[in-house]
């Protein structure tokens, strides 16, 4: 059997590895937070070099034939979620640390496991890797753009910093596993394989270390972020189902753009906290723990719709007949 066959079931666990982590986390902080710093840099850059490496120019093309759901997801991505995140946190009264990093994590691009839970539902991949893409190259842009808009007012947000920040850990190791990609293929070919789980282990370690490191302020305000984050991934996940079948997109397509609006790259929003919302007095980044709680949360509800969808699925042919 090829390794990839192997190692898909482990990828496809992605929920469970980020909630088993978290979870050892508050109970032996020490195991995960040694994972902190540049750690934390490195892991999001091999995440993103991961799926960089997936990528090739024809990815991109495939925006001309599929321009609706990329265009509906886009729009979506980077306005559903914005909203939701600064209304979320006004209504429930967070506090500025935490009402920042909600609304940083709810401006940040599709993250890689949305793919991931996209198979897992038997949704159309071709389509989520595409917006995936899409979103994660405009983000340098969007993500400093939306988060200074919406909470510059509280908080200084430096909209540059975040601009290079983004570029870096981003831009740079996506567009330098499309090259890899498509200068070396072979090598790329025999990486392929361990890549995503690779991605799927180094996004759960970051997510870990930040719960560790916050173990007391998690517990203190569990409740209230939980329901934050919770609200923010259902409204996501909902909003971008129904703006979807009202433009009339398959089913099919409707998950997808569905899963790839309800599901953040977590992993930025941790890397973009730690940097630039970090308390000046105490050195600790608040910011970034709805940003860990998040890469849980949208895991979970991703995976009971996509295991809703395939439960339905089977009902529907089961009833058909075929």
């Not at 960089?52 to 609706?68: H, I, N, R």
């Not at 842009?141 to 988060?147: A, D, G, S, V, Y």
Request: glycine share 10%; aromatic share 8%; charged share 10%.
């Amino acid at each position: 059997m090829p390794l990839s066959r192997q190692l898909t079931p482990l990828t496809n666990a992605f929920p469970l590895w980020v909630l088993v982590f978290c979870g050892a986390a508050l109970v032996v902080p020490d195991w995960f937070t040694w994972f902190r710093g540049p750690w934390i840099v490195w892991g999001l850059a091999i995440t993103m070099l991961g799926m960089g490496v997936t990528l090739t120019l024809e990815d991109f093309k495939a925006v001309k034939k599929m321009p609706k759901p990329v265009a509906i997801g886009f729009v979506g991505q980077y306005t559903i979620m914005p909203l939701l995140g600064w209304g979320i946190g006004w209504v429930l009264g967070l506090p500025t640390e935490y009402a920042v990093g909600l609304v940083l994590v709810a401006c940040c691009p599709g993250g890689t496991a949305s793919n991931v839970v996209t198979f897992i539902a038997k949704a159309d991949v071709c389509l989520s890797v595409v917006m995936t893409a899409c979103s994660t190259v405009a983000a340098a842009i969007m993500t400093p753009l939306l988060t200074a808009t919406l909470v510059g007012t509280r908080v200084p947000v430096d909209a540059w910093g975040l601009f290079a920040s983004t570029f870096q850990v981003v831009i740079i190791p996506v567009l330098l596993g499309v090259v890899l990609n498509r200068f070396w293929p072979r090598a790329v070919t025999r990486v392929l394989p361990i890549a995503p789980l690779v991605s799927v282990i180094a996004i759960a370690m970051i997510c870990a270390s930040i719960i560790g490191q916050r173990v007391d302020e998690v517990k203190s305000s569990a409740g209230t972020l939980l329901l934050a984050v919770t609200l923010l991934h259902i409204g996501g996940f909902g909003i971008g189902y129904t703006l979807s079948r009202l433009f009339k997109l398959p089913r099919r397509s409707a998950r997808t753009v569905s899963i790839e609006v309800g599901m953040q790259n977590s992993g930025l929003g941790v890397v973009l906290a730690n940097k630039h919302f970090a308390s000046p007095i105490t050195g600790v980044a608040l910011a970034a723990v709805p940003c860990a709680i998040s890469a849980v949360m949208h895991s979970v509800i991703g995976s009971v719709c996509a295991g809703y969808w395939r439960w339905r699925d089977g009902r529907v042919a089961g009833k058909s007949g075929c």
